[in-house]
């Protein structure tokens, strides 16, 4: 039988274990938190991606819409491929609750730029709506990449 004494003796020392937790947290985040800067072309990129997405959606028909648009995303998913190699590591997992808000305010940017988009298709001209969702697509990217940058700035100093 073990005595009060010598199981105390054995007990982890409760700085050591703060440490371990400290540095799992490092391990878990530093992927979302370090990488380099984002090129400022990047939300102009996104803003012509969108609105080339919408004037394919609205004027084309047929079997060339459905190649301008898989044209489209390949152009997206080979950004994001760009994107993975240039940071060396990509996210993954459940981001840190601090990235929460702007991914979520993001999102509903985003659904947002589209609805207005589509409305201003149907009630104005596909131009306008082009228009509408290049400029929106790149002012909810700009806003979402200095954001995201603030927060992973806090992180990054949280956690050194």
């Not at 939300?43 to 044209?71: M, N, Y």
């Not at 993001?106 to 131009?127: I, Y």
Request: proline share 6%; glycine share 8%.
């Amino acid at each position: 039988m073990v005595s009060v004494m010598e199981s105390m003796e054995s007990a982890p020392d409760p700085e050591a274990i703060r440490n371990q937790l400290r540095d799992v947290e490092r391990g878990e985040l530093v992927s979302w938190v370090v990488y380099p800067p984002t090129p400022i072309w990047w939300p102009v990129l996104f803003g012509l991606w969108a609105a080339s997405f919408a004037l394919a959606v609205g004027l084309l028909d047929g079997v060339v819409r459905s190649l301008v648009q898989l044209a489209t995303v390949l152009v997206l998913f080979t950004a994001v491929a760009w994107d993975r190699k240039r940071r060396g590591t990509y996210p993954s997992g459940r981001p840190p609750r601090e990235l929460t808000r702007p991914m979520l305010l993001m999102v509903l940017g985003c659904v947002a730029v589209a609805g207005t988009g589509w409305a201003v298709g149907e009630q104005v001209d596909v131009w306008w709506a082009a228009v509408v969702v290049g400029l929106g697509g790149f002012g909810v990217v700009a806003w979402y990449e200095h954001e995201y940058a603030a927060v992973a700035a806090r992180l990054r100093e949280r956690l050194s």
